[in-house]
């Protein structure tokens, strides 16, 4: 208890009567973001934390673009390397057997019954009349046609697929794609705008060689339906695509051999 006396004290007591006498303010509340502020802060702390973490000093968004050419350089040079060692033991194990036709009555009949078919199975080269045709990508447009997407100014495997199809219509001999043999066993497949073939990759433009006679092949274009619907795209947007007809070369199928699957004729 505080004792007081005097002016001052009747004045403290004035002062605390009126305070005591008027409605008390109410109690002010924090308001919501101080409370949030610290909770974000926390959060983007963590945020930071992890970030940093998992990009192990280096820039999360930093163009690996390079680093993707340079692993699919490597990856080509490899499977370089590995075709050329390919053809060195092929040639090893055919004069091998060759040395012992010499020798062995039954092999040598093997061989002679294997050389006999080997124009027709596509292990020799072949020269002669014939088509070559090219498929092209559209030009780079600053402004697409009407209606048009990116998708519609590239070569598709279904526009490759037509016209191989319509050259064995067409009574065609022999063929090749970008002077690769194929046979009518052949997968021809597009990744993006990039066509696979025998596991290698080409860009486009893409050439496609057939021997045989060439009014016959190119009757044969002229009634596919794929080949159609590809030369209306040539002249709505522009994609290139040619016939050329003169003495052509189809070198021999140098791909491996190995039967995956037979079955014994009836």
Not at 49 to 67: K, M, S, V
Not at 99 to 120: F, K, M, N, V
Not at 243 to 253: D, G, I, L, R, Y
């Amino acid at each position: 208890m505080e004792y007081t006396s005097g002016a001052a004290s009747w004045q403290k007591v004035l002062r605390r009567l009126v305070a005591g006498l008027l409605p008390r303010r109410p109690r002010q509340r924090r308001p919501g973001w101080s409370i949030g502020v610290p909770l974000i802060a926390a959060a983007a702390g963590l945020l930071f934390t992890t970030t940093a973490t998992t990009a192990g000093g280096t820039a999360l968004r930093e163009d690996r673009r390079p680093q993707l050419t340079e692993l699919i350089e490597d990856r080509r040079a490899q499977v370089a390397t590995n075709e050329e060692r390919a053809a060195t033991l092929r040639r090893e194990v055919e004069s091998r057997t060759a040395d012992l036709a010499g020798s062995d009555g039954p092999i040598r009949e093997q061989q002679e019954r294997a050389a006999a078919t080997r124009t027709a199975a596509g292990f020799t080269a072949l020269t002669g009349s014939g088509l070559t045709v090219e498929l092209n990508d559209a030009p780079r447009l600053n402004n697409l046609p009407e209606g048009a997407t990116n998708d519609d100014l590239v070569v598709h495997q279904g526009d490759v697929q037509a016209v191989v199809n319509a050259l064995w219509a067409g009574g065609a001999e022999a063929m090749s794609i970008m002077n690769v043999r194929v046979l009518t066993t052949s997968a021809v497949r597009c990744v993006g705008n990039t066509l696979l073939l025998h596991g290698r990759v080409y860009s486009p433009p893409f050439k496609i060689v057939a021997i045989g006679d060439p009014a016959a092949l190119q009757q044969a274009l002229a009634a596919s339906e794929g080949v159609r619907l590809f030369k209306n795209a040539v002249d709505n947007y522009q994609l290139g695509y040619s016939e050329t007809v003169s003495t052509v070369t189809v070198p021999a199928f140098e791909d491996s051999t190995t039967l995956r699957s037979a079955t014994v004729p009836q």
